[in-house]
Structures are given as structure tokens and as C-alpha cells.
């Protein structure tokens, strides 16, 4: 849908409601493929394409906006790796930069916000990992990744096996907090070295150096970081000393004078005419330079205006980060497979002859689906362009029809599922084709990953070799049978003990215990997310009020819609999902939300708006905000006069100082111990 539709009058609000849907489980999709699980789709421009036309579809339909829509949110979520560390200041992304008119665009606002000419400054933007380190007294003590822009994970052991970073800045023994942010980087020359040793050890090789850093923050085993040569340039600082200067381009000095590594390309300019001089200049470098860059960051050089400028919930509007022009290369398309995902969408995925492209080796690009297929006529045989739109995923841009030889045929879409066999579906309204066998092996584990997955039933230990395997052996035919699972079955698997088994199976039992938000979640029925789950919950609070419920009376909830309705009344009505909720009933699991199993009294909380900030020593925060919806509460991020409570753990940030200004009550975690068993 061109931007131009997503105007009044181009498109009805039913239609803007259903594109809405589809663009929010686009995006959530893509954003966990990138930040979590390195191996992203699309590129760079296609995803803020995609957000893009849902912040154009939000604008132009305000009532339709959804709760959950990732508009409201940065970044992507966390892994399971290490603990999780909440950010002072959050960490924002950067609006991209394509071209002259974004950039105009840039220099237009800040100007018009400033209501003055304003000088920027410009800085290489590394294709790395970012981190922020915070120094107490001086001495690095924590270093967390950017998370999802508030909550990120803790990596401080393997931060110090960083060259260069210093680990004591003597300067700042004064002070409690100063906060350097930086992007984690390896070069090119270790890179190579790096995938040279895997090889030699059979291991799996590194796509690039942005994932092999990604990677190497994550180890558990900091000596093992420390072998991976990670390097780091800094680009901000945060506390008193960086308050004490109001220039940019100043304060990097400042960092390069206190022994932290700072690119040298960085500059001051005045104007967009010196802007497009210095992207010349610096993409002819660029090959040179031993590590990888994707962009130009701008930002208005004068740190004092930059409450004046502003922020939206995602980007400062006091910078942009320009990204370098995509590269292409031809190669040959030498098969098309087919990938199954969790509901049963089957995604074509082009295989071609190894390419060089953007400093890395590209071997496959995902086609999306069977209409694009058809609208390029991509054929295995073709000779095609590939691209890496802003540098970092491979697409097949065009097929080079002059060179296609004879005998090359067009596709043909697939007439069975590869995991199972089944025939495939058109879906309605969508140009996907599904795998309706919820029996399917491929399904099935996806399924079962993300049934256990953190914000799901949360059970530790069905990852995904150890899914896989199950699958296999039977052991896990569908959602219910995780229940079913007993230690003589766990013996069956590779490489067990007594102890992971008993682990497990405590985790499974444990997972008894969540609400049923979070069941109605994890069951993975298509557009119920997590939000939308807890939004229909507090109407229709448990299984058998959802079944009932028409598809109009789901509809009319706020944040709801008719797509999503239409998809929760179609599949709890399929015989599948009404034998997997009859079986949760029988095993124990909870089918009716907390405060309404019986009808015996009003939730404790109920009606009470609660806000929670800071850490606790007990509990996530997720799981707090869990524990408070369980008993009635309505919690939100912010506080206000209509507040009625501040949670507060350690560490609380402005939400304190907020809540005391406006005499909102504030409770610890000592409190909030107390609704545990209630």
C-alpha cells in the first residue's frame, strides 16, 4: 500500500484497521530477526518502509491506533542469555536518512525547532553492536546492550575484554554516574581470522562483523570474548562532566582526551552543501577504513537545545543517521525453498551462487511470498541483481531477463507443504499461502518455542535443538503433550541428566501457574499478541466467555478491530484449538482470568492505576506488572495526577521525583511480596 493510500478518502477504516494488523505483525516479525536472532530478512529501508506506512496509517486514522503497536516501542526484546539490566536513560534509534529531500527535511526541522541556523555535527556511523558503560567513581561497573531501548542485558565481564575501552578514568572519581555510549565493532583483518579458526573447527562462520560482535557480547565465558579481538568507538556521554559542555563535537574531544577511542571521522559542518561533500568523501574511504560503516550520523551540535528540538518515542529529532546507498551484484538463482513458519505461512527463500556484497558473502535472500515471486518473475536459472539495502540485507532487486538461457521455466507454486505434505491454503485477503496441519513437524516446533518463549508459559529448557529432537521422537506431538512429558520419556533425548530433567519438568509444572492472558498469548492464534490478549481478557476473562462471544462484541473492544476479532472467533472455533483447550483444562492450566475463577469478591486492585519503575531484587519487571494485572490493577508507563500508586525497586529514575511532586502514593518491593500468595 503506497503512503498516498493510507490518507482519508484513499482507504476506509475498516481497510486502514486490517493494513494496521498487518504491518504491526510484519514489523515485530522483522525487529526479532534483527535484533535477536541476527539473521534479518529485509533490508534497512524496507523495514522503515514498513513503519513508515504504519506511522502515515496512525496519523491519518488516530482512533485506530493500537496499543501494542510497535510505534510506542524501540528496538527488539531480549534473549535468555544474561540478566537483564534496566537503562538510565533510554536508548533511543536514530530516524534514517536516505537521500537529499530526508536530509533537507532534517536540517529544515532543527532549524524551524531552533528558530535559528544551527551547526552539526557529523560522525562515520559504525555497523556494530551498541553499548552503554557506566563508570561509578570513575571505574567501569556496568556495561548493558541497548535491549529494546529501556531494558537491555548485562555484558559488563565481556565489555572489559574490549581494546582500548579504559576501565578506570581517574577524572571522574568525583562522580557516582558518568555513561559513555559506543558501537561495538570487530575489523575485517579479525574477522577473517575469527572465521578461519571456525572452520578449522567445523563451527558455523560469521555472516559479517556486525554479527560476529553481536555474537561475542553475548558469551557467557568472557574469555572467550576476549579472544574475539571487539573493538569500540564511543560517540556520547551522559552525567555531570558531559552536562558541564554544551558542544558535541566538544565533548568527543573530551572523550578522545580521556583515553577513549573515538573515530577521527567526525567533523563539525554548517549546511547541507558541506554534508553532501563530506558523503563523497567518506564512501570513497570507506574500503579502506578495515571496518565495516553504514552511514553518516548528524546531529545538531549545540547538546542545550536539544530538549528544545525534542524527541518522539523513538528517535531524538535532533538527528538523523544518513544511510550510504545500497550495493548490488548479479549472481545466478540456483533453487527456491520453502520455509514453514509458526502459523503455517510458507515463505519462498532464493538460493544463488555466492556473491561478494557490502564486505560480506550472501548466499540466500528470502522472496516473501508467491506474489512477488510472480510479479518478478524470478525463475531458478535467472541471473539476477542483489542488493543490500542500507548495507545489510540481501534482496533480489531485479531479474536480468537478457541473460536468461533457454530452458528456464517459470515457478511453479508449491501444491504441498515440504515439512508434512499437506496440500497448501490461499489465506483470505493476504497473499500468503498456509500449511493448515497444526500436526506439521516444521509448525509444531515453532510452535512449541514459542508457546515456552520468556513473555509466553515461560518454561526454561525447550529450546530449539532440544524441541526438535522431541518432535522427532514423538515425544511432543502438540501443545498439550508438553504437559504429558515424564521422566522416562526425557531419557530418550541426547545428552541428559538427572538434573536438567527434574529442572524441566519443574518448569513445566511451574508454567501451570500463568495467567490465562498469557495461555490465550502462547497458543499462537494469528494477531493475538500479548497486548491484544490482556485487552480481550478484560472483557471476556476466560476461555469459554471468548468462545461465546460473537465476532462483533470482540470487535467492538478498544484496540480490537474486525480482523483480529475475525481471526480469535475462526480458529477457537477449530476442532484443534478446542482439544488443546479442553486438554489445558484437564492438565491444570489456568482457562479464566485470576480474580473471576469465582465470582466471590472484587479484585483487591481493581480500578487502580499503578505505575512500576526501578529493579527488584524478586522479581522482572514484566513480572511485577503480571502480579499487579492479576489482581485488577491497571498498569502504565508513565505517571500522572490520575496515578494511584508508584511501585518503586532500586535504582527508580524520575518517576520517584514525578510521583513525590504529585503526592502519589509509593510502595517497595516488600509490598508487592504481599500479593504473591494472595
Given at each position: 500500500?503506497?503512503q498516498?493510500?493510507?490518507?482519508?478518502g484513499?482507504?476506509?477504516?475498516?481497510?486502514?484497521?486490517?493494513?494496521?494488523?498487518?504491518?504491526i505483525e510484519?514489523?515485530?516479525?522483522?525487529?526479532?530477526?534483527?535484533?535477536l536472532?541476527?539473521?534479518?530478512?529485509?533490508?534497512d529501508?524496507?523495514?522503515?518502509?514498513?513503519?513508515?506506512?504504519?506511522?502515515?496509517?496512525?496519523?491519518?486514522?488516530a482512533?485506530?491506533?493500537?496499543?501494542?503497536s510497535?510505534?510506542?516501542?524501540?528496538?527488539?526484546?531480549?534473549?535468555?542469555d544474561?540478566?537483564?539490566?534496566a537503562?538510565?536513560?533510554?536508548m533511543?534509534?536514530?530516524?534514517?536518512?536516505?537521500n537529499?529531500?530526508d536530509?533537507?527535511q532534517?536540517?529544515?526541522?532543527?532549524?524551524?525547532?531552533?528558530?535559528?541556523?544551527?551547526?552539526?555535527?557529523?560522525?562515520?556511523?559504525i555497523?556494530?553492536?551498541?553499548?552503554?558503560?557506566?563508570?561509578?567513581h570513575g571505574?567501569?561497573?556496568?556495561?548493558?546492550?541497548?535491549?529494546?531501548?529501556?531494558?537491555?542485558?548485562?555484558?559488563?565481564l565481556?565489555?572489559?575484554?574490549i581494546?582500548?575501552?579504559?576501565?578506570?578514568?581517574?577524572?571522574?572519581?568525583?562522580?557516582?554516574?558518568?555513561?559513555?555510549?559506543?558501537?561495538?565493532?570487530?575489523?575485517?583483518?579479525?574477522?577473517?581470522?575469527?572465521n578461519?579458526?571456525?572452520?578449522?573447527?567445523?563451527?558455523?562462520?560469521?555472516?559479517?562483523?556486525?554479527?560476529?560482535?553481536?555474537?561475542s557480547?553475548?558469551?557467557?565465558?568472557?574469555?572467550?570474548?576476549a579472544?574475539?579481538?571487539?573493538?569500540?568507538?564511543v560517540?556520547?556521554?551522559?552525567?555531570?562532566?558531559?552536562?558541564?559542555?554544551?558542544?558535541?563535537?566538544?565533548?568527543?574531544?573530551?572523550?578522545?582526551?580521556?583515553?577513549?577511542?573515538?573515530?577521527?571521522?567526525?567533523t563539525?559542518?554548517?549546511?547541507?552543501?558541506?554534508?553532501?561533500t563530506?558523503?563523497?568523501?567518506?564512501?570513497?574511504?570507506?574500503?579502506?577504513?578495515g571496518?565495516?560503516?553504514?552511514?553518516?550520523?548528524?546531529?545538531?551540535?549545540?547538546?542545550?537545545?536539544?530538549?528544545?528540538?525534542?524527541?518522539?518515542t523513538?528517535?531524538?529529532?535532533?538527528?538523523?543517521?544518513?544511510?550510504?546507498?545500497?550495493?548490488?551484484?548479479?549472481?545466478?538463482?540456483?533453487?527456491?525453498?520453502?520455509?514453514?513458519?509458526?502459523?503455517?505461512?510458507?515463505?519462498?527463500?532464493?538460493?544463488?551462487?555466492?556473491?561478494?556484497?557490502?564486505?560480506?558473502?550472501?548466499a540466500?535472500?528470502?522472496?516473501?511470498?508467491?506474489?512477488?515471486?510472480?510479479?518478478?518473475?524470478?525463475?531458478?536459472?535467472?541471473?539476477?541483481?542483489?542488493?543490500?539495502?542500507?548495507d545489510?540485507?540481501?534482496?533480489?532487486?531485479?531479474v536480468i531477463t537478457?541473460?536468461?538461457?533457454?530452458?528456464?521455466?517459470?515457478?511453479?507454486?508449491?501444491?504441498?507443504?515440504?515439512?508434512?505434505?499437506?496440500?497448501?491454503a490461499?489465506?483470505?485477503?493476504q497473499?500468503a499461502?498456509?500449511?493448515?496441519?497444526?500436526?506439521?513437524?516444521a509448525?509444531?516446533?515453532?510452535?512449541?518455542?514459542?508457546?515456552?518463549?520468556?513473555?509466553a508459559?515461560?518454561?526454561?529448557?525447550l529450546?530449539?535443538e532440544?524441541?526438535q529432537?522431541?518432535?522427532?521422537?514423538?515425544?511432543?506431538?502438540?501443545?498439550?503433550?508438553?504437559?504429558?512429558?515424564?521422566?522416562?520419556?526425557?531419557w530418550?533425548?541426547?545428552?541428559?541428566?538427572?538434573?536438567?530433567?527434574?529442572?524441566?519438568?519443574?518448569?513445566?509444572?511451574?508454567?501451570?501457574?500463568?495467567?490465562?492472558?498469557?495461555?490465550?498469548?502462547?497458543?499462537?492464534i494469528?494477531?493475538?499478541?500479548?497486548?491484544?490478549a490482556?485487552?480481550?481478557?478484560?472483557?471476556?476473562p476466560?476461555?469459554?466467555?471468548?468462545?461465546?462471544?460473537?465476532?462483533?462484541?470482540?470487535?467492538?473492544?478498544?484496540g480490537?478491530?474486525?480482523?483480529?476479532?475475525?481471526?480469535?472467533?475462526?480458529?477457537?472455533?477449530?476442532d484443534?484449538?478446542r482439544?488443546?483447550?479442553?486438554?489445558f483444562g484437564?492438565l491444570?492450566?489456568?482457562?479464566?482470568?485470576?480474580?473471576?475463577?469465582?465470582?466471590?469478591?472484587?479484585?483487591?486492585?481493581?480500578?487502580?492505576t499503578?505505575?512500576?519503575?526501578?529493579?527488584?531484587?524478586?522479581?522482572?519487571?514484566?513480572?511485577?506488572?503480571?502480579?499487579?494485572?492479576?489482581?485488577?490493577?491497571?498498569?502504565?508507563?508513565?505517571?500522572?495526577?490520575?496515578?494511584d500508586?508508584?511501585?518503586?525497586?532500586?535504582?527508580?529514575?524520575?518517576k520517584?521525583?514525578?510521583?513525590?511532586a504529585?503526592?502519589?502514593?509509593?510502595?517497595?518491593?516488600?509490598?508487592?511480596n504481599?500479593?504473591?500468595n494472595?
Amino acid at each position: 500500500m503506497s503512503q498516498d493510500a493510507s490518507k482519508p478518502g484513499k482507504i476506509n477504516a475498516d481497510q486502514a484497521a486490517a493494513r494496521m494488523d498487518e504491518l504491526i505483525e510484519q514489523i515485530e516479525y522483522h525487529r526479532r530477526r534483527y535484533y535477536l536472532d541476527h539473521d534479518p530478512e529485509i533490508s534497512d529501508a524496507e523495514y522503515d518502509g514498513l513503519e513508515r506506512e504504519l506511522t502515515d496509517l496512525e496519523r491519518n486514522f488516530a482512533k485506530l491506533v493500537r496499543p501494542h503497536s510497535p510505534s510506542f516501542r524501540v528496538g527488539g526484546g531480549l534473549a535468555d542469555d544474561h540478566p537483564e539490566a534496566a537503562h538510565r536513560v533510554a536508548m533511543l534509534s536514530l530516524e534514517n536518512s536516505y537521500n537529499s529531500a530526508d536530509l533537507a527535511q532534517y536540517f529544515e526541522r532543527c532549524v524551524k525547532a531552533a528558530g535559528h541556523e544551527l551547526n552539526y555535527s557529523a560522525e562515520l556511523k559504525i555497523d556494530g553492536v551498541s553499548l552503554s558503560l557506566t563508570y561509578s567513581h570513575g571505574v567501569l561497573s556496568r556495561a548493558v546492550t541497548r535491549g529494546d531501548g529501556k531494558v537491555g542485558e548485562e555484558v559488563t565481564l565481556n565489555a572489559k575484554t574490549i581494546r582500548g575501552l579504559p576501565l578506570r578514568v581517574s577524572e571522574w572519581e568525583a562522580h557516582e554516574y558518568m555513561e559513555v555510549r559506543g558501537e561495538v565493532y570487530i575489523d575485517r583483518g579479525d574477522f577473517a581470522a575469527i572465521n578461519e579458526a571456525r572452520l578449522a573447527e567445523n563451527l558455523p562462520l560469521f555472516a559479517n562483523p556486525r554479527n560476529s560482535a553481536a555474537g561475542s557480547m553475548r558469551l557467557l565465558d568472557s574469555r572467550e570474548a576476549a579472544k574475539r579481538h571487539l573493538r569500540i568507538f564511543v560517540y556520547q556521554a551522559l552525567g555531570p562532566w558531559a552536562e558541564s559542555i554544551n558542544s558535541h563535537v566538544a565533548a568527543l574531544q573530551g572523550l578522545h582526551d580521556l583515553g577513549f577511542p573515538v573515530n577521527p571521522l567526525n567533523t563539525s559542518i554548517t549546511d547541507h552543501a558541506q554534508l553532501e561533500t563530506l558523503i563523497e568523501d567518506w564512501s570513497a574511504r570507506r574500503d579502506d577504513l578495515g571496518y565495516d560503516t553504514d552511514g553518516i550520523v548528524l546531529k545538531v551540535d549545540d547538546t542545550g537545545l536539544y530538549d528544545t528540538i525534542g524527541y518522539t518515542t523513538k528517535f531524538p529529532k535532533w538527528a538523523t543517521a544518513f544511510k550510504f546507498p545500497a550495493e548490488q551484484a548479479t549472481t545466478k538463482i540456483l533453487d527456491i525453498s520453502i520455509q514453514v513458519g509458526r502459523t503455517g505461512v510458507l515463505t519462498p527463500v532464493a538460493h544463488f551462487e555466492p556473491v561478494g556484497l557490502a564486505g560480506t558473502t550472501v548466499a540466500r535472500a528470502t522472496l516473501h511470498n508467491f506474489d512477488e515471486i510472480a510479479k518478478k518473475d524470478i525463475r531458478v536459472g535467472d541471473w539476477v541483481f542483489i542488493e543490500k539495502g542500507g548495507d545489510i540485507i540481501p534482496k533480489v532487486v531485479k531479474v536480468i531477463t537478457a541473460r536468461r538461457e533457454e530452458g528456464v521455466v517459470p515457478y511453479q507454486l508449491p501444491d504441498q507443504c515440504p515439512s508434512c505434505g499437506t496440500p497448501p491454503a490461499k489465506v483470505a485477503d493476504q497473499v500468503a499461502l498456509r500449511c493448515e496441519n497444526l500436526s506439521c513437524p516444521a509448525q509444531l516446533e515453532r510452535r512449541i518455542m514459542h508457546f515456552a518463549s520468556r513473555n509466553a508459559m515461560d518454561i526454561q529448557g525447550l529450546g530449539k535443538e532440544r524441541v526438535q529432537q522431541m518432535v522427532e521422537l514423538k515425544l511432543l506431538t502438540d501443545l498439550a503433550s508438553i504437559y504429558r512429558l515424564d521422566e522416562e520419556q526425557l531419557w530418550k533425548l541426547e545428552r541428559v541428566g538427572t538434573k536438567w530433567i527434574r529442572n524441566l519438568l519443574g518448569e513445566i509444572e511451574k508454567s501451570k501457574q500463568q495467567p490465562f492472558a498469557r495461555v490465550l498469548f502462547a497458543v499462537g492464534i494469528p494477531m493475538i499478541g500479548e497486548k491484544v490478549a490482556e485487552l480481550l481478557i478484560d472483557v471476556f476473562p476466560g476461555y469459554e466467555a471468548l468462545l461465546a462471544a460473537e465476532v462483533e462484541q470482540l470487535a467492538d473492544i478498544h484496540g480490537i478491530g474486525e480482523k483480529v476479532a475475525r481471526s480469535l472467533s475462526d480458529h477457537l472455533r477449530m476442532d484443534s484449538y478446542r482439544q488443546t483447550f479442553a486438554a489445558f483444562g484437564e492438565l491444570g492450566l489456568k482457562l479464566v482470568a485470576e480474580g473471576d475463577r469465582d465470582r466471590g469478591g472484587e479484585q483487591a486492585l481493581t480500578g487502580k492505576t499503578v505505575v512500576v519503575t526501578g529493579s527488584f531484587d524478586g522479581f522482572s519487571r514484566k513480572e511485577a506488572t503480571d502480579l499487579l494485572k492479576q489482581h485488577g490493577a491497571k498498569v502504565t508507563s508513565s505517571v500522572t495526577k490520575k496515578t494511584d500508586l508508584l511501585v518503586c525497586g532500586e535504582k527508580p529514575g524520575s518517576k520517584l521525583d514525578k510521583a513525590q511532586a504529585l503526592g502519589v502514593k509509593v510502595v517497595g518491593e516488600e509490598w508487592l511480596n504481599q500479593w504473591q500468595n494472595t
